[in-house]
């Protein structure tokens, strides 16, 4: 069997990363809890030049199906803190299980945090 060798003349090609915001930190308590939790989202700043940032917080359960969003607006940096009462969109009470806050924040940027309710 033969050698192979090749090489490949070619400049190095520079790839700018995207213009990302940082990511937030969220945290959620009590959890678990059987009658809603407080979501504390801490929104560092983001791209030079803007003094909001888009952020979406929603509650999702383990297929990913949203039960409820409870934040679509843009904020300044900072803390901010929601509630979310253990209700999906249309009032009624969600049933024992696991849920998911995912919070969204500027282009990209995301971060998950489990919740338990009622277990």
Known sequence: MADLAFS????????PEPDLAPAPTLRVY???SRNGVTIRLD???GLP??????VQVRV??????????LVSTAV??????????????????VGRGI???VARMGPGRSVTQKVLIGL
Do not use: K, M, Q
Not at 49 to 54: E, K, L, Q, R, V
Not at 60 to 69: A, I, K, N, P, W
Not at 76 to 93: I, L, S, T
């Open 43 to 45: 929104v560092p700043a």
């Open 76 to 93: 300044v940096p900072g803390d901010h803190h929601f509630h979310w009462d253990a209700r999906d969109a249309v009032g009624r009470r």
């Open 30 to 32: 009590p959890n678990p």
């Open 8 to 15: 490949i003349d070619a400049p190095a090609v520079a790839v």
């Open 49 to 54: 030049g803007s003094a909001t940032i888009p």
């Open 60 to 69: 999702v359960d383990v297929l990913g199906r949203v039960v409820r969003e």
């Open 99 to 101: 849920y998911f806050v």
